[in-house]
């Protein structure tokens, strides 16, 4: 049985070893994790130029070349700068962006293109005229955003349909049983503006997967001596640290797992619809596995789904918001 939300596969996790976030190098262990999605018929992967610092990217065109990736159904997003730089949404930055991954991919055409980060430094008209011309060009089917404040997506979407340019249909954000904040204002933002919303960090950046900020494992995400992403992860998650031990006995004793109950909950209990998706990562075949079978089982005890809701009250005036912050966030996924 499939998920009830669909699941895509976070390629990030795909690249050069020592690459930005990357986990899996072999591109053979790549080729496994593939046909076992389509074994399991999830067909959707997404990417950005800025993953593995392109390499990512490079690692999906080697397996379209391979046959692996047949009838898969590949998003990207434009290069950024981290922190952001303004210019890097002008319309000449835009295009080579596409183009690089577009190359990189051995495609003619994404399905979403996304602008990762926000340009506040560029005219947002400046740079919905070029999307518009390169979706008129055929280099991609939809136009997606992420991590924009709420009051910016209704500002784009009305500028694209004055003018009678293509428009946001997609937006992927942070969203899991402990960072909630897209519930009160974003999600009704994207229902009435007909948005889907695509969820990363189901699992709090592996919080709910067991890691120890206080001891993370060597060269992970959260290694301060070999990722960069670690002194944003450990800022924007200094207030949750502590809650996750004691969520993670408590499971136990109901013979569940953290990472379980995040995806059944994302699944079944969230703000999430059948329209909307979940970017599944993994630092391995085996990892993987697990999680799309958690998030393939049914719903949450209503135990379960009480103790969850009652942690978010708890502590929802420390959750960090539903966008990244350049520089401050950790990075995508």
């Given at each position: 049985?499939?998920?009830?939300?669909?699941?895509?596969?976070?390629?990030?996790?795909?690249?050069?070893?020592?690459?930005?976030?990357?986990?899996?190098?072999?591109?053979?262990?790549?080729?496994?994790?593939?046909?076992?999605?389509?074994?399991?018929?999830?067909?959707?992967?997404?990417?950005?130029?800025?993953?593995?610092?392109?390499?990512?990217?490079?690692?999906?065109?080697?397996?379209?070349?391979?046959?692996?990736?047949?009838?898969?159904?590949?998003?990207?997003?434009?290069?950024?700068?981290?922190?952001?730089?303004?210019?890097?949404?002008?319309?000449?930055?835009l295009r080579a962006s596409l183009q690089e991954s577009l190359k990189a991919l051995n495609m003619d055409k994404v399905r979403v293109f996304y602008l990762h980060l926000p340009d506040r430094g560029t005219p947002f008209e400046d740079t919905l005229f070029e999307i518009n011309e390169l979706y008129k060009e055929g280099k991609f089917e939809y136009f997606g955003l992420s991590?924009?404040?709420?009051?910016?997506?209704?500002?784009i979407v009305t500028i694209a349909k004055a003018k009678g340019w293509i428009a946001p249909t997609v937006y992927q954000g942070v969203y899991n049983a402990l960072e909630r904040n897209i519930e009160s204002e974003l999600i009704p933002c994207l229902r009435k503006f007909g948005l889907s919303f695509v969820a990363y960090s189901p699992l709090a950046r592996g919080l709910f997967g067991g890691v120890d900020p206080n001891a993370p494992a060597k060269g992970s995400r959260w290694d301060f001596s070999s990722s960069v992403m670690a002194p944003g992860l450990h800022m924007r998650?200094?207030?949750?640290?502590?809650?996750?031990?004691?969520?993670?006995?408590?499971?136990?004793?109901?013979?569940?797992?953290?990472a379980e109950v995040a995806l059944r909950w994302l699944q079944h209990h969230s703000a999430l619809g059948q329209e909307d998706g979940i970017i599944l990562g993994a630092s391995s075949l085996e990892q993987l596995q697990a999680n799309v079978e958690d998030s393939e089982k049914d719903p949450l005890p209503s135990?379960?789904?009480?103790?969850?809701?009652?942690?978010?009250?708890?502590?929802?005036?420390?959750?960090?918001?539903?966008?990244?912050?350049?520089?401050?966030?950790?990075?995508?996924?």
């Open positions: 049985m499939k998920s009830r939300v669909p699941l895509l596969f976070g390629s990030s996790a795909f690249g050069i070893k020592g690459t930005l976030g990357t986990r899996i190098h072999d591109i053979n262990e790549c080729r496994r994790i593939v046909e076992y999605l389509n074994s399991k018929g999830y067909h959707e992967y997404d990417g950005a130029r800025k993953y593995g610092d392109g390499s990512s990217e490079e690692y999906l065109g080697k397996l379209r070349d391979l046959g692996a990736l047949e009838g898969a159904k590949i998003d990207t997003k434009v290069f950024v700068a981290i922190p952001g730089v303004p210019g890097d949404h002008a319309p000449g930055k991590n924009y404040y709420s009051w910016e997506v209704a500002e998650y200094k207030g949750y640290t502590e809650i996750f031990p004691q969520l993670t006995e408590t499971l136990k004793r109901h013979n569940l797992s953290g135990a379960i789904v009480d103790l969850l809701q009652e942690m978010w009250v708890v502590n929802k005036g420390r959750s960090p918001p539903y966008f990244i912050v350049p520089g401050v966030g950790g990075g995508k996924k």
